[in-house]
């Protein structure tokens, strides 16, 4: 079999260069490109050596090698973040491999059961894991966000006390027609002591009919405390929706617990997330500093 060293090491550096960027991206750390090909370049040059000289194929030289990769690439900071920084080195260069090989063995010639390291089948073996790593990678990076941003919600109303799990939106802007008040988005099943006798009525009918019926609710607190608040969408549609005033709302983001006696619990029966991570949308000027509260407190479910 005929070697273009030229190809093989244009092959290497690309891959290489992907292969340190997607763990940059892993470990959070941010590199300059010129540290990734300089990188990538370095491993590319080990890789010809590789197939000339018979020493540089042990384990050892190898680790030694992808050591030094990090250290060109990230330099260095601690022993943990360097071990770190190898681990996931190591992990994106298995799944990238091991795509590589699965889409090798797709066209492997049948007759001889041998594996084809064809240009194109290496190249879309490389474009499916690395794929693969950067969904993962954007997933992870997605619920890691989502997680910081999640406050736990206890709303209080006469007696009637419900918690959940919201997600801060600093672009709900929702408030009352009327008094202005900032409105919490909440789905039916997060709020059943506070529905009441009133969640018959709400099960009943579809969410576009609970403005037009109301009155038949069946639930007095509602009828007393009944807020409605305007609801649009990007694309311009929406409805109104039906909330109802609650005595206090208190919250808990990051350590710090807040406060206020402003605020109106609107239902919905549309589910706000996919896999049940959160029940509701809080507003985030419900967490301002002047309505923080000092000292720990015992939630009461």
Same mark, same amino acid.
């Given at each position: 079999?005929?070697?273009?060293?030229?190809?093989?090491?244009?092959?290497?550096?690309?891959?290489?260069?992907?292969?340190?960027?997607?763990?940059?991206?892993?470990?959070?750390?941010?590199?300059?490109?010129?540290?990734?090909?300089?990188?990538?370049?370095?491993?590319?040059?080990?890789?010809?050596?590789?197939?000339?000289?018979?020493?540089?194929?042990?384990?050892?030289?190898?680790?030694?090698?992808?050591?030094?990769l990090i250290c060109i690439v990230f330099g260095y900071r601690s022993w943990r973040a360097f071990?770190?920084?190898?681990?996931?080195?190591?992990?994106?260069?298995?799944?990238?491999?091991?795509?590589?090989?699965?889409?090798? +063995?797709?066209?492997?010639?049948? #007759?001889?059961?041998?594996?084809?390291?064809?240009l194109g089948g290496v190249s879309g073996g490389i474009l499916i894991g690395a794929s693969v790593?950067?969904?993962?990678?954007?997933? +992870? #990076?997605?619920?890691?966000?989502?997680?910081?941003?999640?406050?736990?919600?206890?709303?209080?109303?006469?007696?009637?006390?419900?918690?959940?799990?919201?997600?801060?939106?600093?672009?709900?802007?929702?408030?009352? +027609?009327?008094?202005?008040?900032?409105?919490?988005?909440?789905?039916?099943?997060?709020?059943?002591?506070?529905?009441?006798?009133?969640?018959?009525?709400?099960?009943?009918?579809?969410?576009?009919?609970?403005?037009?019926?109301? !009155?038949?609710?069946? $639930?007095?607190?509602?009828?007393?405390?009944?807020?409605? +608040?305007?609801?649009?969408?990007?694309?311009?549609?929406?409805?109104?929706?039906?909330?109802?005033?609650? $005595?206090?709302?208190? #919250?808990? !983001?990051?350590?710090?617990?807040?406060?206020?006696?402003?605020?109106?619990?609107?239902?919905?029966?549309?589910?706000?997330? !996919?896999?049940?991570?959160?029940?509701?949308?809080?507003?985030?000027?419900?967490?301002?500093?002047?309505?923080?509260?000092?000292?720990?407190?015992?939630?009461?479910?």
């Open positions: 079999m005929v070697i273009y060293w030229d190809v093989l090491l244009l092959l290497n550096v690309v891959v290489n260069g992907l292969i340190l960027f997607l763990t940059s991206v892993a470990v959070g750390i941010r590199a300059s490109w010129l540290r990734i090909w300089l990188g990538a370049l370095a491993g590319g040059c080990y890789v010809l050596a590789d197939g000339i000289i018979a020493m540089t194929q042990g384990v050892l030289v190898r680790v030694v090698v992808s050591a030094l071990l770190f920084a190898i681990a996931v080195f190591y992990l994106v260069s298995f799944v990238i491999g091991g795509a590589v090989f699965g889409w090798l +063995s797709i066209g492997q010639n049948m #007759m001889t059961g041998h594996l084809l390291p064809t790593v950067f969904f993962c990678l954007r997933r +992870s #990076m997605e619920r890691a966000r989502r997680t910081s941003c999640l406050v736990r919600v206890t709303v209080t109303c006469k007696g009637r006390r419900d918690t959940f799990e919201g997600l801060i939106d600093t672009g709900n802007m929702l408030s009352s +027609s009327l008094r202005r008040t900032p409105v919490i988005v909440a789905e039916k099943g997060a709020i059943p002591s506070l529905l009441g006798d009133a969640s018959r009525y709400f099960d009943a009918r579809k969410e576009c009919e609970w403005v037009r019926d109301i !009155a038949l609710c069946g $639930d007095e607190l509602w009828q007393k405390r009944l807020s409605l +608040s305007p609801y649009h969408t990007i694309a311009g549609t929406g409805h109104m929706l039906v909330g109802i005033r609650v $005595d206090e709302v208190l #919250m808990e !983001a990051g350590g710090t617990w807040y406060r206020t006696n402003d605020c109106i619990v609107a239902v919905t029966e549309r589910k706000l997330s !996919a896999d049940g991570g959160y029940t509701a949308i809080v507003p985030s000027r419900l967490l301002a500093e002047e309505k923080a509260v000092k000292g720990e407190r015992t939630w009461v479910s």
